[in-house]
């Protein structure tokens, strides 16, 4: 059994869902009058991660006493629906907006406007390329992307040819999960070659698709996909192609069940967790925090962790998947 963390610093439709759960008025606190209004922008609804992060963005709200809306793009290439999204929640003038950025430039005049209303911002997932937010809660992407490496490394017995399929090349999540995969394996494992990086949006359809073409112009024996779509359009292209788990090792990211199952079933070798409830509620919790002009750290590291299917069952495993 292996169970792996690595910290860092401490401290369905796209349409608008509003999450009331306490009063409703603006300007209050925990247990006050008046329940504060927070406003959470996703990358997206599309993946059962981002429900897992509501999930947790809900308790935190319910037992602080807040309200809290949570709204996201139909798919995390819609950049422009989700500013559409950030600019409706400064309209609206919620006591703190809390921003997971699809594309760290393109919200920068935002945070802008956010900062000119004085609107707090705090971050989860990944951030913007501003100064004004006051703490990211999110994975260590890099780490992560390390974890994935070491584990794939030593499956095919630290020689051979690999690849991955990313989710996207501007999303912070999908480089620094990309980078720290690349670093791990040229530092480490002088035998092994990446051979190819092809992105997937995301999107299992077309994952698979840069999957297949990829198995077919190489001679692959291990492939990484960044997120729950691109993990799962790997799988399902080692399995068109009639090939089996042993032929191919398979890591990927995130923990959806079509993942945990491909992991019971030998698809997939394994595969790092986040911890997404836990980005809601420490995400809700730091606006709350913002709001009162509390100091906050930077960066919250919510954790990574190394499951497969010698310890997919472990309670501390099963506390961080997600169906």
Not at 87 to 94: E, F, G, L, M, N
Not at 100 to 125: H, K, N, Q, S, T
Not at 307 to 315: E, G, L, M, R
Request: aromatic share 6%; hydrophobic share 40%.
């Amino acid at each position: 059994m292996e169970f792996t963390r690595r910290s860092g610093i401490t401290a369905l439709a796209a349409a608008p869902l509003l999450v009331a759960l306490s009063a409703c008025n603006r300007g209050g606190g925990e247990g006050g009058e008046d329940a504060l209004d927070i406003a959470l922008i996703s990358k997206g609804f599309q993946h059962q991660f981002w429900q897992a992060v509501k999930k947790g963005a809900e308790e935190a709200a319910e037992e602080h006493g807040v309200t809290i809306s949570f709204d996201g793009p139909a798919a995390e290439t819609e950049i422009d629906s989700q500013l559409q999204m950030f600019q409706a929640a400064i309209d609206r003038a919620p006591d703190a907006i809390c921003f997971a950025a699809l594309d760290p430039e393109a919200c920068v005049p935002l945070y802008d406007r956010a900062e000119g209303a004085d609107i707090p911002i705090v971050e989860f997932d990944a951030g913007c390329d501003s100064d004004y937010s006051q703490n990211l809660a999110a994975t260590d992407n890099k780490a992560a992307g390390a974890i994935a490496a070491e584990h794939l490394a030593e499956a095919i017995g630290g020689k051979g040819e690999i690849a991955i399929v990313a989710h996207s090349q501007i999303n912070a999540t999908s480089v620094d999960r990309r980078d720290g995969f690349v670093e791990y394996i040229e530092e480490n494992n002088p035998d092994i070659a990446i051979v190819d990086i092809q992105y997937g949006d995301g999107d299992h359809l077309k994952s698979a698709d840069v999957a297949k073409a990829m198995i077919g112009a190489n001679d692959l024996v291990g492939m990484y996909g960044t997120n729950e779509g691109s993990a799962i359009g790997v799988v399902n292209a080692v399995k068109e192609l009639g090939l089996s788990g042993e032929e191919i090792k398979v890591v990927g990211f995130d923990s959806g069940s079509a993942q945990q199952e491909a992991i019971r079933d030998g698809v997939m070798l394994g595969a790092v967790t986040q911890d997404p409830q836990s980005i809601g509620r420490l995400t809700v919790e730091a606006a709350i925090s913002a709001v009162k002009g509390e100091d906050l750290e930077e960066f919250t590291d919510t954790g990574s962790y190394w499951y497969d299917a010698d310890n997919i069952d472990d309670d501390e495993i099963q506390a961080m998947v997600y169906d």
